[in-house]
């Protein structure tokens, strides 16, 4: 089968898709129209960690502190480093992550530490070749606190930085207070468990693709796992949220970082990135990252776009050419967050009708995955459902150390 046919394959697959979703709303339309009025719970408003100053305050008086942020660190409409200045805290240096302090920098882009220009505090980048704190870095320091916005997959890499923070403490006796925040996809558990030998810096631990925690928890499992080197434990304290619980929506006030700009990108990112080790591109340099998938040869397709230079995507793959494929934003928001598992149906079809299947794989795909497995059973053929059914078991083992770990209702 030629590239060009693909076009006709997805087409009546998301027509299908759409299709489905479409008698679903008709059912429960029908259904509204025939069930009495029930009362409506009230749904308490979750308050984010950040917010609860009373609950970690009293931890920072008379400390030397440094703080780990970047544009999502904020205390309502006032960045984190600013409040804890005009309470008193001693905040001594900001250390920020990929996409810098800010939050503008482009994925995998070189963030230079510099001087922050309202506060005046010195910024240390952790992202390049200085991913984890040095000794000197954190001279003086008493005490560390994290606070950053996370999605809740393996490969997005705060968690990363988290856990070298947490490590380089670790060495130097400095505690690290970690400000809870809700994981967007944290209502469910899903992906091939990383293989230790494809640890990088967009996947060190042994968790699936979608791990089903709040940055919270998952700091209380690398800890707890003894994943840090050498077994080393952190001095950590995580400030929980309130009203929260892992069958929570949480909409983000911000966008996480600048090629997650909604709901939809976020939902989608789980299984999209995998297309990030393969010559397609998945919308960086459009208005739709992390929505919509494309390459030049799928040209028997209607729906286009062309990637460009623009802010958080100087170099998008495919760049200035024209792409064809698939507009995964045309799903509904809820219809997006309801369907609760990796969709592997795009990557199946898509790897299944390409041409040139010796240049499909890039250097990246086996560490966004996390193992060589998922490669060869794609190269093998194997339906959907085969490939998931050799993850189970790894799941089945994850998901009882990961109850170890919870601090909020689960939503099983």
């Not at 970690?56 to 200045?85: A, E, F, R, W």
Request: charged letters at 25%.
């Amino acid at each position: 089968m030629q590239l060009k046919e693909i076009g006709f394959i997805i087409i009546i697959s998301l027509f299908s898709i759409s299709c489905v979703g479409q008698d679903k709303s008709k059912t429960k339309a029908t259904e509204n129209n025939t069930t009495q009025i029930e009362k409506i719970p009230v749904v308490k408003e979750i308050v984010i960690a950040a917010n609860r100053t009373t609950a970690y305050i009293p931890l920072l008086k008379d400390k030397k502190v440094g703080v780990v942020g970047n544009h999502t660190s904020m205390i309502n409409q006032t960045h984190l480093v600013d409040s804890l200045l005009s309470l008193g805290i001693n905040v001594a240096k900001v250390f920020s992550p990929e996409h810098g302090f800010r939050g503008n920098a482009d994925a995998g882009e070189k963030v230079n530490s510099n001087i922050d220009e309202k506060t005046k505090l010195p910024i240390v980048s952790l992202y390049g070749k200085n991913k984890k704190p040095s000794k000197e870095q954190l001279k003086g320091l008493d005490v560390v606190v994290f606070d950053i916005q996370d999605v809740g997959t393996r490969f997005y890499t705060y968690i990363s930085t988290m856990s070298y923070v947490m490590e380089a403490c670790a060495e130097n006796n400095i505690r690290v207070i970690v400000l809870d925040r809700p994981n967007p996809n944290g209502h469910y558990v899903d992906g091939p468990i990383l293989n230790p030998k494809f640890s990088s810096f967009i996947g060190m631990h042994q968790v699936p693709i979608v791990h089903g925690m709040t940055i919270g928890e998952y700091a209380k499992m690398v800890n707890g796992e003894q994943w840090l080197s050498d077994s080393l434990v952190c001095d950590l304290t995580v400030i929980e949220m309130e009203n929260y619980n892992h069958k929570s929506t949480y909409n983000l006030p911000l966008k996480p970082s600048p090629n997650l700009p909604n709901m939809k990108s976020i939902y989608l990112y789980p299984y999209l990135c995998l297309f990030e080790g393969t010559p397609l591109s998945i919308g960086r340099g459009t208005d739709k990252p992390f929505q919509i998938i494309g390459h030049p040869k799928m040209d028997s397709i209607n729906y286009s776009f062309t990637p460009k230079s623009m802010n958080g995507a100087k170099n998008p793959k495919l760049k200035n050419e024209k792409c064809y494929g698939i507009d995964l934003s045309l799903k509904e928001e809820t219809e997006l967050r309801d369907f609760a598992k990796l969709d592997l149906s795009w990557l199946i079809t898509i790897y299944q009708n390409y041409d040139d299947k010796k240049n499909f794989f890039g250097s990246s795909f086996n560490l966004l995955a996390g193992n060589d497995d998922l490669q060869n059973q794609l190269k093998g053929g194997l339906s959907e459902e085969e490939i998931k059914d050799s993850w189970q078991d790894g799941l089945t083992h994850f998901k009882a150390t990961r109850k170890k770990y919870l601090l909020y209702t689960d939503f099983e």
